[in-house]
T-cell receptor, first 116, second 114 residues
């Protein structure tokens, strides 16, 4: 079945450091890929997404590129802020002839803490 | 526009008790989902609905039931609570069933079964 694997956390960085959170996936066909973020005490919200190979999703300084050849969707940000401290989830939604109903398969989440 | 709302925020149950987690969305979305999030794990799909009156099982449906009598509401029922159901529960909705569509999540219900 479909699966998503994220790098082990937690990740602790100083403000203005470069961030990479690795994400690889296994899926049949060509899934859509997402990064969701969960701030403390809140539900998940979409950070960015990419729906086909070589697409780059971006938002709030974060970027991720859909790499079909390496089945990866790594999240990057050039300069993190304290306000980026959150849990980050990589997820996929499979294209399956219209029967996927948008169901998401999530990675285990990566806790990011940014210190001033 | 409140988005997706969930009640209660927190609940402690004793083994064998029952309860209903409420979920309401005001975005007129057709598709709704229930996930559970265990510590250090990603979210797992419990049940989903593609419209009023239509529901189906997700990855981890055992011990839960759902109903969808209106577009807005999608309650999750626990009939005989077990410690294994201690988790954080998230409801989500989306407009379309497309794999490219964004899901909108509620703030979650933290449930502890003792």
């Amino acid at each position: 079945g479909d699966s998503v694997t994220q790098m082990e956390g937690p990740v602790t960085l100083s403000e203005e450091a470069f961030l990479t959170i690795n994400c690889t996936y296994t899926a049949t066909g060509y899934p859509s890929l997402f990064w969701y973020v969960q701030y403390p005490g809140e539900g998940l919200q979409l950070l960015l997404k990419a729906t086909k190979a070589d697409d780059k999703g971006s938002n709030k300084g974060f970027e991720a590129t859909y790499r079909k050849e390496t089945t990866s969707f790594h999240l990057e940000k050039g300069s993190v802020q304290v306000s980026d401290s959150a849990v980050y989830f990589c997820a996929l939604s499979a294209h399956a002839g219209g029967t996927s109903y948008g169901k998401l398969t999530f990675g285990q989440g990566t806790i990011l803490t940014v210190h001033p | 526009n409140a988005g997706v709302t969930q009640t209660p925020k927190f609940r402690i149950l004793k083994i064998g008790q029952s309860m209903t987690l409420q979920c309401t969305q005001d975005m007129n979305h057709n598709y709704m989902y229930w996930y559970r999030q265990d510590p250090g794990m990603g979210l797992k799909l419990i049940y989903y609905s593609v419209g009023a009156g239509i529901t189906d099982k997700g990855e981890v449906p055992n011990g839960y039931n759902v109903s969808r009598s209106t577009t807005e509401d999608f309650p999750l029922r626990l009939e005989l609570a077990a410690p294994s159901q201690t988790s954080v529960y998230f409801c989500a909705s989306s407009h379309w069933s497309s794999s490219t569509d964004t899901q909108y999540f509620g703030p979650g219900t933290r449930l502890t079964v003792l």
